[in-house]
């Protein structure tokens, strides 16, 4: 039976595809998210997971009401027309969250083959190009070069389906760098092995707020 219990196990026992699968991670951007139209950073801050039925983990500041020990993770928040980034490794934070993704990017730039050190980048998705192939390229143009990275993976979050043809044809294109789509909106979560090694889940979100489909970087 699916508990909070079970989740903290299966990361525990570092069955991650499994905990990302089965269950549904949520939270609240707001709460977590910095505004303002400055140089917006990520930081360290402490959570707490709740359960919710029938598998959702609700995660939480922590505050001084929850006590006991939290955990800690890293977030990064979205940039309105911006770009926002770090690099993560063995120093980091075990567990890596960023903003809720809707016409957005997620880029992966790795620094050596076993994944122990990531730049990570959330870009926008609010250019004025949207999902279009204007919007792709307004995406490119805003993500930072990555000097040293051997391997790099992009999510993208977009309406590229709806474009038809022309979609099908942008999706195919950039499928040849290393870019996926996906339709809907999506929550990226990130976390490091006990072998020091990074994997980044993404779970795929319809309009009901249902997991609809799942990756990783593997």
């Not at 122990?116 to 998705?125: D, M, N, S």
């Not at 979560?189 to 249902?210: A, C, L, P």
């Amino acid at each position: 039976m699916a508990s909070l219990l079970e989740f903290k196990q299966l990361l525990h026992d570092g069955n991650l595809k499994q905990a990302f699968t089965d269950y549904e991670l949520d939270f609240n951007e707001v709460e977590f998210d910095i505004t303002g139209t400055g140089d917006i950073q990520g930081y360290k801050t402490e959570i707490v997971w709740k359960f919710e039925e029938p598998n959702k983990i609700k995660m939480f500041k922590k505050t001084g009401l929850d006590g006991g020990t939290g955990k800690e993770i890293y977030y990064l928040p979205w940039a309105s027309k911006g770009v926002t980034k770090v690099s993560l490794d063995g120093s980091s934070p075990a567990h890596f969250v960023t903003s809720h993704f809707s016409n957005c990017r997620f880029t992966m730039s790795f620094h050596d083959d076993q994944a122990k050190l990531v730049t990570v980048q959330h870009v926008a998705g609010d250019t004025g190009g949207g999902s279009t192939q204007r919007g792709t390229t307004q995406r490119d143009a805003l993500e930072v070069a990555v000097p040293g990275a051997v391997r790099t993976r992009r999510f993208s979050i977009s309406g590229a389906k709806r474009l038809g043809k022309l979609g099908k044809a942008l999706m195919e294109e950039r499928a040849k760098t290393g870019t996926t789509y996906y339709d809907t909106y999506a929550r990226v979560f990130g976390t490091r092995g006990k072998n020091g090694s990074w994997v980044f889940y993404m779970q795929d979100i319809n309009e009901e707020g249902h997991v609809v489909g799942f990756v990783d970087t593997k």
